[in-house]
């Protein structure tokens, strides 16, 4: 059935496409701009989240009124009491006989996030190759 009428499709080849001359790139190496030691941001990072995480622990079986009869709230408070002193006494606790709310425990992850970054900071420029910046976070 041949179809002359007006509604019949008519398919045509696309139309050419120009190919433009492809120029090669020089690829330039840029590893070296912004190099640190990136083993020991590594390993201060974990021992600050680690430090972080063990006061956080600490903070949050205070608040909630854990039993000290349990030998891992024992653990939590003996491993993380040395790094929680010396920010007692800056705000008082306070909550009811088995809750304590322990400001200290919140001033010591805020400090120790702090040092934290400070140290990274500190190894990021003095391991930089000389004449860099060194890589911003």
């Known amino acids: 059935m041949e179809s002359d009428s007006p509604m019949a499709i008519q398919h045509s080849a696309p139309a050419p496409v120009p190919v433009e001359h492809v120029v090669p790139v020089e690829r330039v190496a840029i590893a070296e701009d912004g190099r640190y030691n ?4 590594a390993v201060v990072g974990f021992i600050v989240g680690v430090v972080d995480v063990l006061i956080a622990t600490r903070f949050l079986l205070k608040l909630l009124g854990a039993s000290t009869q349990s030998s891992f709230v024992n ?13 007692h006494g800056i705000f008082p606790n306070t ?6 709310f322990e400001p200290a425990a919140l001033v010591a992850i805020a400090v120790f996030a702090l040092i934290g970054w400070g140290a990274v900071a500190l190894i990021r420029i003095t391991t930089a190759p000389r004449g860099t910046r060194p890589a911003i976070s």
Do not use: H
């Open 38 to 41: 990136f083993r020991a941001v």
């Open 95 to 100: 909550g009811s006989t088995g809750n304590i």
């Open 75 to 87: 653990l939590i408070y003996a491993v993380t009491g040395p790094l929680v002193a010396p920010f």
